[in-house]
């Protein structure tokens, strides 16, 4: 079996991290989603391959996994900037690390989403003003490889954001080629990709007006952090869609789980565990629920992650503890809803979100009610037996 042919052969184990795209040498993998709406690899022309092995070598799922050793610090944290604060999810400390990174002289390679494809993509730039542009969630999986291939080609120190199995991808490739010290690798808290036949169909039902924006904010603050689960799409500087939170069906579908990838219910890089140098994502939890500007949680996972936050100019950190930064994160596996397969069957067919929604309602209702159900039993039996 060719390397190549073991990453296809993974299946619905695959991550879609995009990483062995990058790495192939010949450019034979493709990267495109398949028809359930997910990012997969595919070869144009097998015949091509050197045998190289990177794509196989550097897959994290084949691997099972690429963490490192606990980590050495914990912080909550925010920009200086408030107005760098209310563009970004949470506290803005991701963006003021690469604005930081690249002012030193550094190069970026993060996502942003393209508004004219209806997609998130990486992007690769040296230019501190430009990586504004990553700023905020993208709750969607990232066309990854043509820009990553373009900072595995730069000779200086790059900084890479991306989810955290992509970073585990990329940490196996930068190992296995002895780079692993020109890398800053940043990641964050996932809630695991929902199906990109989600957005690209609730984008399709409101194509008078989202569909015709410049851009987009999937996480709006105008209320508040802790009330930002909406999404606003603005054209020349000008609103011109702005979803209610609780009526949001975007975010129904994807906080609720009900069309993720297959392997994000199993994700190995839940909780604590990560190749990244540095780990971010929203400070949830008791302490910080009266701040309405947004507080990042930020982990150093190695000491070459804390020396980067360090040298961060604009945030300020405050040290906590491990217990406190996973106060009212998911723990473990999560449930497969039962109805996930014709939900994704839906999402390509001629339906609207809120017609599926109503059809499955009662029966996604139930599935909740009883996974609420059995995860309050097993906390109630874990403290019954201490």
């Not at 020109?182 to 008078?208: E, I, T």
């Not at 360090?310 to 491990?322: I, P």
Request: aromatic share 12%; net charge positive.
């Amino acid at each position: 079996m060719k390397p190549y042919e073991k990453i296809i052969d993974i299946g619905e184990r695959c991550f879609g991290c995009g990483v062995c795209a990058a790495v192939c040498p010949v450019e034979i993998i493709r990267f495109e989603t398949d028809g359930a709406g997910f990012y997969r690899p595919t070869v144009a022309d097998g015949k091509q391959c050197t045998e190289c092995g990177f794509c196989a070598d550097s897959c994290a799922a084949l691997a099972g996994g690429c963490g490192t050793a606990e980590s050495v610090g914990y912080f909550a944290g925010f920009s200086d900037n408030r107005e760098t604060r209310r563009q970004t999810s949470s506290g803005g400390v991701g963006y003021e690390l690469a604005r930081s990174w690249t002012a030193r002289g550094g190069a970026f390679c993060g996502a942003r989403y393209d508004a004219a494809a209806r997609a998130a993509e990486h992007f690769f730039t040296t230019a501190p003003e430009e990586t504004a542009e990553a700023r905020g969630s993208k709750y969607m999986q990232s066309d990854s490889p043509s820009a990553l291939r373009r900072a595995l080609s730069d000779k200086g120190e790059v900084m890479f954001t991306g989810t955290p199995c992509q970073v585990a991808s990329l940490r196996r490739y930068l190992r296995l080629r002895g780079r692993e010290e020109q890398f800053l690798l940043v990641d964050f808290f996932c809630f695991g990709v929902p199906s990109m036949n989600l957005w690209r169909k609730y984008v399709g039902d409101h194509a008078a007006t989202l569909g015709e924006a410049d851009s987009v904010t999937f996480r709006d603050k105008t209320d508040g952090w802790h009330a930002s689960y909406r999404i606003r799409g603005t054209r020349a500087g000008a609103t011109v869609y702005l979803s209610k939170e609780r009526d949001d069906l975007f975010y129904k579908f994807f906080l609720r789980r009900y069309v993720q990838q297959k392997a994000c219910y199993e994700c190995p890089f839940r909780d604590e565990n990560s190749a990244a140098d540095v780990r971010l994502g929203d400070f949830w939890g008791e302490k910080y629920a009266d701040n309405g500007e947004g507080v990042s949680v930020v982990v150093a996972v190695t000491e070459k992650g804390r020396t980067a936050l360090l040298q961060t100019d604009g945030v300020t950190l405050h040290a906590e503890t491990a217990e406190t930064v996973m106060e009212g994160r998911p723990s473990g596996a999560q449930p497969v809803p039962a109805a996930r397969g014709r939900l994704l069957s839906e999402l390509t067919g001629p339906r609207t979100l809120a017609q599926i929604y109503r059809r499955y309602r009662l029966r996604l209702y139930a599935w909740r009610l009883g996974y609420r159900v059995k995860r309050k039993m097993c906390r109630w039996r874990r403290s019954k037996s201490k």
